[in-house]
C-alpha cells in the first residue's frame, strides 16, 4: 500500500495535469516546439525523458545524503549527462532515423529546465520510489502534450500519422490540401498556446494560484 498511498499518487498524477511542466510551469517548451511536427520523433523524445528524469532522480535521490551542497549542481549534470549519453547512443543503435530527426535535442535534455528542476526541487529531498514516481509523472506529463501537438501538426499539416496515410485520397480529389503551416515552427507554439488555453478554461482554480 505504501507503495500507491495518496502523496505517491499526487506525486505521480499531478503532472499530467494541476502541475504540468509544460502547459502550467511552462518547461520545456523549445523542444516541445522543436520535436513536434511528427508523431514519431515525438513519442521516442517523450520515452527518451521519462527515462532520463525518472532514473536522473532515482540517483540523485539515493545520493542526496552524501553531495556536499556546494556542487550539487554539478552531481545533477554528470548523472543527467551520463544517462542521456546512454539513451542517445541506444537510438542511435536502434532507431537512426529518428535519432536523425531528434538531432540535438536529445542531447538537450541534459539542460532541460523539467529535469533540472525535478532534481533540484524533488530528488534531493525526497526518497528513491516517491523521486522515481516524480520522474515518471514529469515525464509522462511532458510527453503527453508533445503526443497531442504533434499529432494535430502531422494529422493537419502532412495528412499523416506516424508515416502513413490517414487522409483517404478521396478528400484532395475534392480539393482538400494540407496545410502546410502546420509544420513550420511557429505553428507548434500555437498549438501549445491553444492547449493551455483550453486547459486553463477547464481548470480556473489554477489561475488563482
Known amino acids: 500500500m505504501g507503495l500507491l498511498s495518496t502523496g505517491n499518487k499526487k506525486v505521480l498524477i499531478n503532472p499530467f495535469s494541476k502541475s504540468n511542466p509544460v502547459i502550467v510551469l511552462v518547461l520545456g ?14 513519442l521516442v523524445m517523450s520515452a527518451s525523458v521519462v ?4 532514473f536522473s532522480n532515482v540517483i ?4 542526496r545524503n552524501t553531495i556536499p551542497g556546494r556542487i550539487r ?39 532541460n529546465c ?10 534531493l529531498g525526497n526518497k528513491p520510489w ?8 514529469n515525464g509522462l506529463g511532458y510527453g503527453m502534450i508533445l503526443v497531442i501537438v504533434a499529432f494535430f501538426r502531422e494529422l493537419l499539416g502532412s495528412g499523416t500519422l506516424l508515416g502513413y496515410r490517414v487522409i ?23 498549438v501549445v498556446a491553444c492547449i493551455i488555453w483550453v486547459h486553463r478554461a477547464r481548470n480556473k482554480d489554477l489561475q488563482e494560484n
Not at 545533477?76 to 540535438?104: F, G, H, R
Not at 523539467?114 to 530528488?123: K, N, V
Not at 485520397?169 to 502546410?180: F, H, T
Open 29 to 42: 517548451i523549445c523542444s516541445a516546439l522543436a520535436v513536434t511536427a511528427k508523431l514519431e520523433p515525438a
Open 60 to 63: 540523485i535521490s539515493l545520493l
Open 168 to 190: 483517404p485520397q478521396a478528400l484532395y480529389d475534392a480539393g482538400y490540401m494540407n496545410n502546410g503551416l502546420m509544420i513550420l515552427p511557429p505553428m507548434a507554439l500555437i
Open 73 to 111: 549542481i554539478i552531481v545533477q549534470l554528470v548523472v543527467a549527462a551520463t544517462l542521456v549519453t546512454i539513451v542517445n547512443e541506444i537510438l542511435k543503435a536502434y532507431a537512426y532515423d529518428v535519432s536523425k530527426q531528434l538531432s540535438v535535442f536529445v542531447g538537450l535534455i541534459i539542460t
Open 51 to 54: 527515462v532520463v528524469v525518472a
Open 114 to 123: 523539467i529535469l533540472m528542476g525535478r532534481l533540484e526541487a524533488f530528488a
Open 130 to 137: 516517491p523521486a522515481f514516481l516524480d520522474g515518471v509523472g
